[in-house]
């Protein structure tokens, strides 16, 4: 926060500021500048960023995020009486380094679709930001499992939506950078197969619980199923090996049936849980 920010927070808050919420772990140190001790604080806890750097150091490969240290992390997020986690296993951390505080789980709410969208027979998608998790996985994707998947389906297309757009300089054939879309309906149900590669992160994979809710089959690693691999058995077909990853996604493109027992499992967690 700078001397403005500090200001502005002391002039608009005191009246208004009965319930304090941060937005990242980062934002905690604004709570005095509302100039109400009696306000109950919360912070979101969009993701544990402590957890990122170990990663992408075993990836040789730089995050897009400040790196901080655990310790660090959880003094910020001790400053609040309640702190929101979007998944569980994170939420389990803070409960052993803060067991005095109150810690809520609150993932992302999702709208299902009313029934399984199987796609069209070549269509792969790929939905991203330009955060690194993204850009890494995509491009691991790209390097060893899309040539793979070219050679058994050559009419195969892999379509990218999202700023994720901005970190591949070349792509390969069959490949269409479609940058940002103002509405992923239309691509979504076009798609046979959605593909979560990340080798990478931390939170809960939004892009994952959405392509769950438009009623799409899923290949994706582990590492897309953080805090929440117990409750998605049968959603999606998981593999964290290149040639495993390719294979699966060569099946299902040829797997009208399993795509659609894919979808159905999916948006009834969707509906159950999220």
């Known amino acids: 926060l700078n001397r403005k920010d500090q200001l502005f927070i002391a002039q608009v808050a005191p009246p208004v500021g009965d319930v304090l919420i941060a937005a990242y772990c980062f934002l905690t140190d604004a709570y005095p500048y509302a100039l109400r001790p009696d306000a109950r604080r919360l912070v979101i806890m969009h993701d544990l ?24 992390e959880v003094q910020m997020l001790s400053a609040a009486d309640t702190i929101v986690a979007i998944q569980r296993d994170e939420a389990e951390v803070l409960q052993r380094k803060l067991p005095g ?4 789980v609150a993932p992302i709410a999702a709208l299902p679709v009313k029934k399984p969208q199987p796609g069209n027979a070549d269509i792969v998608l790929f939905v991203g ?13 790209i390097d060893f499992c899309w040539p793979t998947i070219r050679q058994h389906r050559p009419d195969a297309v892999l379509n990218i939506a999202g700023s994720v757009c901005s970190g591949l300089a070349r792509v390969p ?12 309906d239309d691509l979504y149900a076009e798609a046979s197969v959605v593909i979560s590669p990340l080798r990478a992160g931390s939170g809960l994979k939004i892009k994952f619980i959405e392509a769950l809710s438009k009623g799409k089959a899923v290949v994706a690693t582990t590492t897309t199923l953080q805090g929440v691999s117990d409750i998605m058995d049968g959603c999606a077909v998981i593999s964290d090996s290149a040639p495993v990853f390719a294979a699966k996604v060569v099946e299902l493109l040829a797997d009208e049936g399993m795509r659609l027992e894919l979808g159905a499992n999916g948006l009834s967690v969707i509906a159950r849980h999220f």
């Open 129 to 141: 930001s330009s955060a690194a998790p993204n850009v890494d996985g995509i491009k691991w994707f």
């Open 101 to 104: 505080h109150e810690i809520l």
């Open 173 to 184: 054939a069959g490949t269409r950078l479609l940058n940002v879309v103002e509405n992923l």
């Open 49 to 72: 960023f402590s957890s990122r750097s170990s990663q992408f150091d075993s990836l040789n490969a730089s995050d897009s995020v400040a790196s901080l240290p655990l310790a660090e």
